[in-house]
């Protein structure tokens, strides 16, 4: 299940500094958000903010910190107790756009619109991040395809995670540019067996267009 920052946690002046950046994400037409709009709406100081946090890009550091945390120990879970390898790549697809739609702030982070003129080692984070999940759904692809050759069929892991990592991209992208008012999740079941399917069928073709390979014919 998606996460959402201040959930049973004790708080503290730290993480309300990073509920409160969160917050202030959320506005759809939200501008450049400063240290002194954060410390104004937390009523304290920008010298209490940098008690807490060395500058605001460790406070967006902070954000990416947590949104990893619940991202991955979520899928680890997934992939250790879901013995289908698209029931893995079903569940971390819903798992990605439930925490979209259940932290509005946090999508902007991910799509890189919140960091905009910030340090660039955050969207260089970012795009780690990504690749991770890239990376993880390829794996559960692997193991889906490896269920399916056993069926006499197969699939393009690769292929079908790059595809359904961008699926993810420009779903987070509809919904922080819709207001967020566009649901990620829409029609997502649907969606999901059309691309998983179209990659096995491709691969299907493919292996049969090799095993017809035109034979030369000798006069």
Same mark, same amino acid.
């Given at each position: 299940?998606?996460?959402?920052?201040?959930? +049973?946690?004790? $708080?503290?002046? !730290?993480?309300? @500094?990073?509920?409160? %950046?969160?917050?202030?994400? /959320? =506005?759809? *037409? &939200?501008?450049?958000?400063?240290?002194?709009?954060?410390?104004?709406?937390?009523?304290?100081?920008?010298?209490?903010?940098?008690?807490?946090?060395?500058?605001?890009?460790?406070?967006?550091?902070?954000?990416?910190?947590?949104?990893?945390?619940?991202?991955?120990?979520?899928?680890?879970?997934?992939?250790?107790?879901?013995?289908?390898?698209?029931?893995?790549?079903?569940?971390?697809?819903?798992?990605?756009?439930?925490?979209?739609? +259940?932290?509005? $702030?946090?999508? !902007?982070?991910? @799509?890189?619109?919140? %960091?905009?003129?910030?340090? /660039? =080692?955050? *969207? &260089?984070?970012?795009?780690?991040?990504?690749?991770?999940?890239?990376?993880?759904?390829?794996?559960?692809?692997?193991?889906?395809?490896?269920?399916?050759?056993?069926?006499?069929?197969?699939?393009?892991?690769?292929?079908?995670?790059?595809?359904?990592?961008?699926?993810?991209?420009?779903?987070?992208?509809?919904?922080?540019?819709?207001?967020?008012?566009?649901?990620?999740?829409?029609?997502?079941?649907?969606?999901?067996?059309?691309?998983?399917?179209?990659?096995?069928? !491709?691969?299907? @073709?493919?292996?049969?267009?090799?095993?017809?390979?035109?034979?030369?014919?000798?006069?």
């Amino acid at each position: 299940m998606a996460a959402k920052l201040g959930e +049973k946690r004790t $708080g503290g002046r !730290r993480e309300q @500094i990073l509920q409160t %950046l969160a917050a202030m994400l /959320e =506005r759809p *037409q &939200a501008e450049k958000i400063t240290t002194a709009a954060l410390a104004a709406r937390l009523d304290v100081s920008e010298a209490a903010l940098y008690r807490h946090f060395a500058s605001k890009a460790q406070m967006f550091e902070g954000l990416i910190a947590f949104i990893e945390q619940s991202l991955f120990s979520t899928i680890n879970k997934i992939t250790s107790e879901q013995e289908s390898g698209v029931k893995q790549v079903d569940a971390i697809v819903a798992l990605l756009l439930g925490f979209a739609m +259940k932290n509005p $702030g946090m999508t !902007r982070v991910l @799509i890189g619109d919140a %960091l905009v003129n910030e340090n /660039e =080692r955050l *969207q &260089a984070r970012i795009n780690q991040l990504v690749d991770r999940l890239e990376a993880t759904l390829k794996q559960s692809l692997r193991f889906a395809a490896s269920e399916r050759a056993a069926q006499g069929e197969g699939s393009e892991p690769a292929l079908a995670a790059n595809a359904l990592i961008s699926f993810v991209i420009g779903r987070w992208h509809q919904f922080a540019k819709s207001g967020f008012k566009r649901d990620p999740r829409d029609n997502w079941p649907e969606i999901g067996r059309a691309l998983i399917g179209m990659h096995a069928d !491709r691969t299907r @073709i493919a292996r049969s267009s090799e095993g017809n390979d035109p034979q030369e014919v000798s006069g």
